[in-house]
């Protein structure tokens, strides 16, 4: 069932524009030369800044560093790879082609919405805001040489437009053109529909070779590399096992202020395991020398091999930052079954996660309520005037709760058979028509009322299967199904499933494009594309949609998709984060 939070966080609109990113970058300069962009108004770091405050600037260079990613963009998969082109839909890319490329503009990590010039050497605003001039820095060189020029990035940008990977061509449909005035100049016009953030995301885009795209088909799955003018090139590649990113010692922006103290190792190199288990057992041995902890039993017992005790690993936690966050399970409404938002709360009153916690959890993670926990965009409290006249229009198709206290997850007694919450769950799944027979429910039809939860590990394994006994209790023919990570991502990515887990992040300051991706009406059609529980819903639409127009961008109060297919949340407090310090401080400080 939706609730309020699935709604509120596109609104409040009228009150807050003056204090939210739309407005402040409203006050940017037009006009004038700027080294940097920011949705907020003003840069953290001055024109003559010489390199970030997170970084080294004297970090040594040389070593190599091993390891498997915890995460991913684009085609980019961590199980295998059969191209090496990233940039498009089709194919299975490695992980950190990104390291190879420049882009115009480049983030700092402690500044959220921020860019500054990397290819760019400036940015002048036109005084309607629609148009970005960027002057480029002359002495920027491909790895072959040759120099990138205002004409290899308007090819660029405009072939992602048009047939580039969703994800890029998607930010770039507010793009009406990209034009190389001369060889150091170049014009972005947009048709004013965009929000403050889009942007951010365009500037943050990789720079091919013109040339390169027009004698070599951008659309094809391929092992050679696009040429690229970035920190790192491709070294040793072993198709589908194992890729190797070499430094390039002559790189021409080495001595920017925004690549300062960065990419220091000599090589970075990637292997590709077939599960955790077999990734973990690599890092015990020393084979590769980070790894990012997502399994609590594994951190709470796994953690006590020989290197750990003779201090060659230090196993450390780290406060979670304080964006959007969301690890769920997604019920796909794409299937019949579960396009009553009754039998999904029927399902979520099947997870007993306090028992979970204690038995399966180690303590180690706390309930989520929001799919932006930890950030002042979760809802709490009544509407406010101003929320209410964005949902007002949709009253009469949203369920009254939406207008009401934000709703909550059921808490359990912890035994694991809340016989409370399960006799809920049955009542619930007799009004949406399920009947009792026998060990069954069905429905008027006679057929049973089936769920098949896939998991792509034994970890997700073991919480589905307490789950599953409660489901079976209450009449549900519910079976767990585990299948190879290859075959998870292309079951995913085809939405051919009735039950995944999923998690995800967003940006500091969510934007419309951001959301679309994950809620928007059209996505739940598109292969590729994030909105896995198939959310339909007009309201929800015509929300991002004022999120892109109000002030050209309202940072989220509120937005929560609760029952609109994430039948539970779990939130972790922390990322548990292990690295083999001696390989480290012997070759060289972290990229």
């Not at 191209?83 to 890319?93: C, H, W």
């Not at 190879?100 to 605003?125: H, N």
């Not at 960027?134 to 437009?161: C, E, M, N, W």
Request: a neutral charge.
């Amino acid at each position: 069932m939706a609730s309020r939070r699935d709604f509120l966080a596109l609104g409040g609109a009228a009150a807050a524009a003056a204090l939210l990113p739309g407005r402040a970058f409203a006050t940017t300069a037009t006009g004038v030369k700027l080294h940097g962009l920011s949705a907020f108004g003003d840069l953290k770091y001055k024109p003559d800044f010489t390199h970030f405050d997170y970084v080294n600037p004297d970090a040594p260079k040389g070593g190599q560093m091993n390891f498997a990613p915890p995460n991913a963009t684009l085609n980019q998969s961590f199980l295998t790879f059969n191209t090496l082109n990233s940039l498009v839909l089709k194919g299975d890319s490695p992980p950190r082609t990104e390291l190879c490329f420049d882009s115009l503009m480049t983030s700092a990590l402690d500044e959220p919405d921020a860019v500054y010039g990397l290819l760019a050497e400036s940015v002048t605003l036109s005084q309607d805001r629609n148009g970005f001039r960027f002057d480029l820095r002359r002495q920027a060189r491909f790895h072959d040489g040759s120099p990138v020029t205002a004409a290899d990035i308007a090819f660029a940008l405009t072939l992602y437009k048009d047939r580039g990977h969703p994800n890029l061509s998607k930010a770039l449909r507010y793009m009406t053109e990209a034009v190389a005035v001369d060889p150091v100049t170049l014009d972005l016009t947009f048709n004013g529909e965009q929000s403050a953030q889009n942007i951010l995301s365009v500037v943050a885009m990789p720079i091919v070779s013109k040339a390169f795209y027009t004698a070599n088909d951008f659309d094809a799955s391929t092992m050679t590399p696009p040429l690229s003018s970035g920190p790192y090139k491709l070294g040793r590649v072993v198709a589908g096992q194992t890729v190797e990113y070499d430094r390039v010692a002559d790189y021409w922006g080495r001595d920017l202020a925004v690549n300062r103290g960065l990419n220091n190792f000599d090589r970075i190199r990637i292997d590709f395991y077939l599960d955790r288990q077999a990734a973990f057992e690599a890092f015990k041995k020393g084979d590769t020398h980070f790894r990012e902890e997502f399994t609590s039993r594994v951190w709470a017992t796994g953690y006590d091999f020989p290197a750990l005790k003779d201090g060659k690993v230090v196993k450390r936690e780290f406060p979670g930052e304080k964006s959007p966050s969301m690890q769920s399970v997604a019920l796909n409404q794409r299937r019949p079954q579960f396009r009553d938002a009754r039998v999904r709360r029927a399902i979520a009153n099947c997870f007993d996660f306090e028992w979970i916690r204690r038995a399966l959890f180690f303590g180690s993670y706390e309930r989520s309520q929001s799919n932006f926990e930890r950030s002042d965009y979760k809802a709490e409290g009544l509407p406010s005037p101003q929320e209410l006249a964005l949902l007002e229009p949709f009253r009469a198709e949203l369920p009254p709760e939406t207008f009401g206290e934000p709703v909550m997850q059921p808490v359990s007694d912890g035994s694991g058979h809340d016989r409370k919450l399960l006799g809920a769950a049955s009542k619930l799944l007799a009004e949406a028509g399920w009947k009792r027979a026998g060990n069954f429910v069905v429905n008027e039809k006679g057929e049973r009322l089936q769920v098949e939860m896939l998991a792509e590990d034994d970890g997700i394994v073991r919480i589905f299967t307490p789950w599953a006994e409660n489901m079976k209790a209450i009449g549900i023919d519910v079976s767990i199904r585990q299948v190879d990570s290859t075959q998870y991502e292309r079951r995913q990515s085809d939405f051919d499933f009735d039950f995944n887990m999923l998690a995800w992040s967003i940006g500091a300051t969510p934007t419309a494009d951001g959301l679309e991706i994950l809620y928007d009406s059209r996505m739940a059609k598109t292969p590729g594309q994030r909105n896995y529980p198939g959310t339909e819903s007009r309201a929800i639409d015509a929300l991002i949609v004022a999120e892109a127009y109000v002030g050209k961008s309202i940072v989220m109060k509120r937005f929560h998709a609760r029952g609109r297919g994430r039948a539970s949340r779990i939130e972790k407090p922390f990322s548990h984060l292990t690295i083999v310090v001696r390989e480290v401080e012997e070759k060289g400080e972290a990229a």
